[in-house]
């Protein structure tokens, strides 16, 4: 290997342990590779447009991969084919996976420089299926992502990227820092990327790519979600913590819809043990960040100790910038774990938070349609006041037995039920959750039927 | 099957043990039961009256579909109970979380 390559690489794998960065050392490995050819399109604001008139873009045959992914545990076989740099800290790899029978797919995935986003593996954004050209920005990224500001230097409308018959497109639309396009100039070398596997997409998720059906509704929901628009941030994280439940799952859209057709225990369900498998991935970054945070801490104060004992000034003054950068390192030391620890808590949180949320939807909805049914209920009120012949009808309804009015009523509700059953499958599917002792509820109970049974009194009184 | 269950209590973040679950089921079943029945009642004309006097030997059946055919807005008679009585459990579900 070359010296200045393997000084990048190097300085990649310093980076990656310090676990801050992840895309920008992948990027300037390419960037320094001699095998791999970079195609700058410049920003579409800086250019001229006479000399541009369709814009800065550029068009490359994917012939070469610049790394293979191959797992020996599955028949799926995964090219690196591209990778497109949108300024220095989100980049999107063109991956071609590609099964035993020879079906060939091609996808666009997402990395950014967050190693805890996504457990460090690039997001799918979309298949390239050669007729349809994947837009890139920065609230697509955002949105996919699930968190503001995690797409640093890309623009609202970064690049159109598209793949037709193994040529890649690749159009800067009106980007500020530009797109850089790596690919493979050569024949027959590969890179030896050594971090190619979290460019693709897991073996599961890859082969349910080349299943024809699956593939077409994977990138109708791609789109579904790129037309929405998550102002708050509620939604926002709503998204992602709903967007994570088909990841935990098998990063399987089907089982995303299906939980979204669930009630909201299920949800909670599922959420929550989202937010457990995140935590327990979570958990060894935890301890290395508290164990550097301790290191940080004790170097501090081992420093501090030493400048107590320093004997003339300029031995103090030594002594006390090392103080200083020890305390530099000791907040910056801090602050990761800190992030990292937030970050962790927030997941729970955000469990009950999305539960809460969903329980008042559901609740409101209710109450909707409580004031929906008085609406009509006194119009048909209003519709029967001028009827004279109600107190006819009474007397004759009179000498029905009461049991069989218990009955025709009876019946109605059933209708009614299997009505409503047959339409709502949420009822059928929520887990066993366990129940605590309810004094005050059983209270509220009390008051609640006391409640009901004197508006049924009233309303036999006034009969 | 009730229509009032604990699931559905639990979607409303009511959490209540499986007696009290039967008790509110069996009174909200009662209760929606009398107003499915003020309402049909009210709806019928004197001879569909005498009519529904005469079919206490009629099956289950015989009588939904007679009720169907006859009583107008059926449907949407129940429906609107199951409605207003879900919607005032939902009210009352905040006072049973600030209680």
């Not at chain 1, 979570?282 to 301890?287: M, Q, R, V, W, Y």
């Not at chain 1, 009474?394 to 109605?412: C, F, K, M, N, T």
């Not at chain 1, 059983?442 to 036999?460: I, M």
């Not at chain 2, 039961?33 to 005469?54: D, G, K, W």
Request: a negative charge.
């Amino acid at each position: 290997m070359p010296i200045e390559q393997l000084e990048h690489s190097n300085q990649a794998q310093d980076n990656s342990l310090s676990g801050e960065i992840m895309v920008t050392p992948e990027l300037e490995m390419l960037r320094h590779n001699p095998v791999i050819d970079s195609s700058e399109l410049f920003s579409a604001r800086k250019m001229n447009s006479s000399e541009y008139p369709e814009g800065p873009n550029v068009k490359i045959n994917l012939s070469t991969p610049i790394e293979s992914a191959v797992s020996s545990r599955s028949d799926v076989e995964q090219d690196l084919m591209a990778v497109i740099s949108l300024g220095e800290s989100v980049a999107l790899g063109v991956v071609k996976g590609k099964d035993s029978a020879g079906k060939e797919v091609s996808y666009v995935s997402l990395l950014n420089n967050d190693p805890e986003d996504n457990g460090g593996r690039a997001r799918l954004i979309g298949v390239l299926s050669g007729d349809t050209p994947i837009s890139i920005g920065r609230q697509k990224i955002e949105q996919l992502v699930g968190r503001k500001g995690c797409a640093p230097g890309v623009s609202g409308e970064h690049c159109t990227i598209d793949l037709k018959n193994g040529i890649l497109s690749v159009q800067d639309e009106a980007s500020l820092n530009g797109t850089t396009v790596f690919t493979n100039a050569t024949k027959n070398t590969t890179v030896g990327l050594p971090n190619v596997r979290m460019w693709s997409q897991p073996s599961s998720e890859t082969k349910q790519l080349l299943r024809p059906d699956d593939k077409n509704s994977d990138t109708m929901t791609l789109k579904t979600e790129s037309n929405e628009s998550p102002e708050t941030s509620e939604l926002a994280k709503d998204n992602e913590a709903r967007y994570t439940d088909a990841q935990i799952l098998g990063k399987s859209f089907r089982v995303r819809r299906a939980v979204q057709e669930t009630g909201t225990q299920s949800i909670k369900a599922w959420q929550g043990l989202k937010a457990k498998v995140h935590n327990t991935i979570d958990a060894p970054g935890k301890i290395v960040k508290q164990f550097a945070y301790n290191r940080a801490k004790s170097s501090h104060e081992r420093r501090e100790a030493r400048l107590k004992t320093a004997t003339n000034m300029r031995l103090q003054q030594k002594r006390l910038i090392a103080v200083e950068k020890a305390k530099s390192k000791l907040e910056q030391r801090e602050n990761i774990l800190n992030s990292h620890t937030g970050r962790m808590n927030q997941r729970v949180s955000l469990v009950s938070e999305n539960a809460n949320r969903r329980r008042q939807e559901y609740i409101d909805d209710l109450k909707s349609r409580k004031q929906t049914a008085l609406a009509r209920k006194a119009v048909r009120e209003q519709l029967r006041q001028d009827n004279a012949t109600r107190r006819e009808t009474r007397s004759i309804l009179a000498e029905i037995p009461r049991y069989q009015l218990d009955r025709v009523g009876q019946i109605a509700i059933l209708a009614e039920t299997s009505r409503r059953l047959s339409t709502h499958s949420q009822t059928t599917e929520s887990p066993t959750l366990s129940n605590r002792p309810e004094q005050e509820h059983a209270k509220n109970l009390e008051l609640l039927l006391k409640q009901v049974l004197n508006e049924t009194h009233e309303s036999e009184d006034q009969e | 099957m009730a229509l009032l269950n604990k699931e559905l209590l639990k979607e409303l973040g009511i959490n209540l043990s499986d007696e009290d679950v039967e008790l509110l089921s069996e009174h909200f079943d009662t209760t929606l039961r009398a107003r499915v029945i003020e309402e049909i009642v009210q709806e019928l004309s004197p001879e569909q009256a005498s009519l529904l006097a005469t079919m206490q030997s009629a099956s289950d059946e015989e009588l939904l579909n007679w009720l169907k055919s006859n009583v107008l807005d059926f449907n949407d008679i129940v429906s609107d109970e199951v409605d207003i009585l879900l919607g005032e459990l939902a009210e009352n579900s905040e006072s049973f979380n600030k209680g």
